[in-house]
């Protein structure tokens, strides 16, 4: 991995995100406001007339007389800007872009104009009361951006009874919340952006309103079109919710996915949104998706970026072995602790993937140009990615060997994370308890754990949080929920082995009865339905699975009983399914949601922080849904369950991915390796297995260390002494230590001047003895060098070439 810092920011893919409100609004439009209506077009003696009779008349002398003063400098401060209608001079004025700071500028007007200055009360008590009038229409936007709650009362009095229909149509257990008042006042804006009563409200109206309001509070928005919906209000084919809209990106077309990244040759990109259309009808949303990211960003995108002005796919070879060598590599962006921004780059391992999907492109191209030469034919090339090119071969090995180090390491400690889990659920359930039973505002001591109840509640004398020792808030009821949804989901999974996608998927319908044809006992089954292989499935409930399963159904039941049905999103068609009773839902502020993977996810992590366990590595250790698959297909497997039964319960169509999966040890290398030293160990004298004395090991220790050298080590037989008289240079059995090489080389050349010497001055016998020495240690740097060469060159396995086995060449 490299890393480099960051000089110039790259040009950034448009996102996907919102894109299905835009489509909606597209269809849905909202109402348009017309030119003129009766109030805009009356005079302000009519206007004030009416504001001092029911239903618009302030409760309080006072309160009526700051709502009148402040109406009155509105309306003559609006004269002062063009318009036929009061909505036109609105339109024209300041107020209507600035919803926070109009007030400052009708202030400095009135002082010098009218004579003396309102307050900034009286002008906000005017507003409503010309807004709730319908003398003035604001915009969704300046709607939203004000925190008035006078709004909600007032128009509620302009249409009783809409407003009493619409909170009747709220679930029981939010009309007396905060959540039921949010919602009456997103119905309160609309009334107050379009005019209208309740019943004249359309899908476009809310979709506006849901744009330009804060995340927070977008909440009532949400559940003021589910009741409108309930009711009937709505087109049938109107979403089923406005969940998560901002985000949401729904199914696009194949040019607005390459639009995304802004390609520049306009005959390739209509050539890759006319070839994603050809291949849309045989692909789920998300692998289009995935298709055209591969195409438009890592491909055509990248070419473009390194080389200027291309626009052919006939790639040349210098160009073609370049993008397979960037596509190998992936760049990602990080901040540092000190603040910059720096580019760290890791080997890509989704790129045999993104090559085959090149590759396909290019050889489709050239497949369809036999049957349609005109529109296909100018865009055959020669494929520059080759079959081996796409080899995934040791990619797959790699995640084989990291899959099988993952489920050898959390299988034993599944156990320590079940127990977690139970404990972790009944904890919280004795302090959501506790805090139940004790009186707002009272003390309550669980678990050694003293809390405080809130004073108030808007829940019906109910309340899920409480403050701690140090005061902080903490929501109990929350925290049951996610321990609740973290012990059924590793109960579920660690029994089931199925996939995240299907158990989300699991609704009350799945849970089934089977009638044995041959004893006639009621066999409890579980439905899975088609997800990935697009194959259901039935699994055998055990009584540890169905006490889990009887858990969940009775928690997610409805006042009535029943399950209640809600609409799921499919996260590959990117499209709502139908309304469901769906296991894994709960209730949030009123709404009821399915749960979603990341929630999953979270109190699966929740649950090992409680546990402390860690990894190899001394780091927390962490579980994803998949590995309770690898964990039940491996103990299903190590316990004697034939593994085409396992492919069949686990739902894989290849016997092979199922064996993937596994992750046993080959238990019988190992008891055949263990045999072979037990008979072994037989044929060998039994005093040899005696127990070793301290004084034997030491002496044992001691040899090794007295065949340390400066030169290397000694490799004579344990037990021997050196037959040489330590002339290590000279002996045979001297393992020279590669990094030893210098200091053998000194020896030499010290033996060399040696030699001289000892001619030089006559002594013969000593150049002889000198000699046997020096050509020893040059034999050994000899060997040193040879044993280098050797492992640095490449050796020749004896395999002919091609020109050495071809019949001809051409």
């Keep these: 991995m490299t890393t480099a810092t960051l000089t110039a920011p790259q040009e950034t893919t448009r996102k996907l995100a919102g894109a299905e409100a835009a489509t909606l609004l597209q269809k849905f439009p909202p109402r348009v406001n017309p030119e003129t209506w009766h109030m805009t077009e009356a005079d302000t003696d009519y206007i004030l007339d009416s ?59 009135a002082t010098p104009t009218i ?60 009309r007396d919340t905060r959540h039921a008042s949010a919602a009456l006042k997103a119905v309160a804006r609309v009334l107050a952006a379009f005019g209208g009563n309740v019943e004249d409200i359309v899908v476009g109206d809310l979709l506006a309103l849901l744009q330009v309001t804060k995340h927070d509070a977008a909440r009532g928005t949400r559940i003021a079109y589910t009741a409108l919906r309930d009711l009937g209000q709505f087109p049938p084919d109107a979403p089923a919710t ?97 603040g910059q921004v720096v580019e760290m780059t890791k080997p890509r391992n989704s790129s045999p993937a993104i090559k085959t999907l090149v590759r396909s492109f290019y ?35 790699r995640q084989k060997t990291a899959s099988d180090q993952r489920t050898r390491e959390r299988l034993p400690v599944l156990p320590a994370l079940i127990r977690a889990a139970d404990r972790r659920l009944k904890e919280a359930r004795l302090c959501l308890d506790a805090l139940q039973a004790a009186p707002l505002g009272a003390q309550f001591t669980v678990l050694g754990e003293t809390f405080t109840a809130p004073k108030s509640t808007s829940r019906a004398g109910f309340t899920g949080q409480a403050y701690d020792a ?15 949804w973290g012990w059924a989901t590793i109960e579920i999974l660690r029994h089931t082995g199925i996939r995240i996608e299907e158990l989300l998927e699991l609704g009350h319908h799945s849970i089934i ?61 990117k499209v709502w399914n139908e309304p469901m009773p769906l296991l894994y839902q ?88 263990r045999s072979f030293i037990a008979r072994r160990r037989a044929l060998r004298p039994n005093e040899e297995y005696r127990a070793v004395t301290s004084e034997e090991w030491k002496e044992f220790l001691d040899h090794f260390e007295r065949r340390k050298l400066a030169l290397g080590s000694c490799g004579r037989a344990y037990g021997t002494d050196c037959i040489h008289e330590h002339a290590c240079v000279r002996c045979p059995v001297l393992i020279v230590d590669p990094d030893e090489r210098g200091r053998l080389v000194e020896i030499r050349d010290n033996l060399n001047d040696r030699i001289a010497e000892a001619e030089r001055e006559g002594w013969l016998g000593d150049v002889e003895g000198l000699s046997v020495s020096r050509d020893a240690a040059a034999e050994k740097i000899a060997q040193l060098d040879a044993r280098q060469e050797k492992k640095d060159s490449p050796v020749f396995l004896g395999v002919p070439s091609f020109s050495q086995i071809a019949v001809r060449t051409s």
Excluded at 144 to 170: C, Q
Excluded at 380 to 391: G, R
């Design 51 to 109: 504001l001092g009779r029911t239903p618009l008349r302030a409760e309080g002398r006072s309160a009526q007389f700051t709502r009148m003063v402040g109406a009155r400098a509105i309306l003559a401060w609006l004269r002062t800007f063009p318009g036929s209608t009061w909505q036109a001079s609105w339109e024209a004025s300041p107020a209507a872009l600035s919803p926070a700071g109009w007030h400052s500028t009708v202030l400095e007007w």
């Design 115 to 174: 004579g003396r200055r309102p307050t900034s009360a009286c002008l906000a008590s005017g507003a409503l009361a010309l807004i709730c009038a319908d003398v003035v229409r604001p915009s969704p936007a300046w709607l939203a951006a004000s925190s008035s709650n006078a709004l909600r009362p007032a128009m509620t009095a302009r249409d009783p009874e809409g407003f009493a229909r619409l909170e009747a149509a709220f679930p029981a257990d939010i």
């Design 242 to 338: 406005l969940l998560r809209l901002q985000t949401r990106t729904g199914q696009v077309t194949p040019a607005e996915l390459v639009d995304r990244y802004h390609l520049r040759c306009r005959p390739v990109r209509d050539l890759l949104v006319d070839y994603l259309t050809e291949r849309q009808p045989s692909l789920d949303h998300k692998s289009l998706i995935t298709l055209s990211t591969s195409l438009a960003n890592n491909f055509w995108a990248d070419l473009e970026h390194h080389h200027e002005g291309i626009d052919s796919l006939h790639l040349a070879p210098d160009i073609a072995a370049a993008w397979k060598t960037r596509v190998n590599t992936v760049t990602r962006r990080r901040r540092m602790p000190d």
């Design 363 to 397: 050889l489709d191209i050239a497949q369809w140009a036999l049957d349609e030469p005109a529109r296909w034919g100018p865009w055959a090339a020669p494929c520059p990615i080759t079959e081996a090119d796409c080899s995934d071969k040791k990619t797959k090995q």
């Design 470 to 484: 140090s005061g902080r808030r903490r929501d109990l009821e929350a925290e049951e929920k996610r321990a609740f």
């Design 513 to 573: 009865r089977y009638k044995l044809p041959t004893t006639g006992e009621l066999v409890p089954l579980l439905q899975i339905a088609p997800s990935k292989t697009d194959q259901e499935r039935l699994l055998l409930v055990t009584p540890e699975l169905a006490d889990v399963l009887s858990a969940v159904v009775t928690r997610v039941r409805g006042a009535n009983g029943a399950i209640p049905s809600i609409h799921s999103y499919d996260i590959h068609e």
């Design 586 to 673: 709960w209730n949030v502020s009123g709404e009821r949601r399915p749960i979603s993977s990341n929630t999953v996810r979270d109190a699966l992590n929740d649950v090992l922080m409680a546990t402390g366990l860690t990894d190899a590595a001394g780091k927390p250790l962490k579980f994803q849904p998949h590995d309770f698959r690898r964990i039940f297909i491996t103990d299903a497997i190590l316990n004697g369950l034939p593994p085409h039964i396992a492919q069949v319960i686990a739902g894989h169509s290849n016997i092979n991915t199922t064996m993937g999966y596994n992750a046993v040890y080959p238990a019988q290398a190992i008891e055949a390796h």
